[in-house]
């Protein structure tokens, strides 16, 4: 059973930085290369949105929001994915999920066309911004 398990989320004022982190099940570790990885986020009464993702040839996707601020990232070492945030502002607070999937299809691993619940996902981690 594929598991992923954010950390890293936190409060912080604007205009700092967090990075958040996702960490594989063992039950990924043979296939982890082979994923394609994303992060959303949910706020309450919206729709989890995507905020980037990485396929498993390292290309990236973002949201116009994020771009220049967030940086994805993958270590298929330590089977852990990563957003880099710099900047934030108080619209980025949300609870933001890593997910997982294969098999998307041809181009498919990109931040607009991955919806939930596609995939596999974690349990989400909090971010809270303040002005």
């Known amino acids: 059973q594929v598991q992923l398990v954010e950390s890293g989320g936190g409060s912080v004022q604007a205009g700092r930085s967090l990075r958040l982190s996702c960490a594989a099940s063992r039950s990924m570790y043979s296939m982890y290369s082979s994923y394609c990885m994303g992060w959303f986020r949910q706020t309450p009464g919206k729709e989890r949105e995507g905020v980037a993702t990485?396929?498993?040839?390292?290309?990236?996707s973002s949201a116009d929001s994020v771009k220049g601020r967030f940086t994805i990232s993958r270590d298929n070492d330590k089977k852990t994915l990563y957003l880099q945030m710099n900047s934030l502002k108080p619209e980025d607070s949300a609870m933001y999920y890593c997910?997982?999937?294969?098999?998307?299809?041809?181009?498919?691993?990109?931040?607009?066309?991955?919806?939930?619940?596609?995939?596999?996902w974690g349990q989400g981690t909090q971010v809270t911004v303040s002005s």
């Open positions: 990485i396929d498993s040839d390292g290309s990236t």
């Open positions: 997910a997982a999937a294969r098999f998307l299809g041809r181009g498919a691993c990109d931040y607009s066309t991955w919806s939930f619940p596609t995939g596999s």
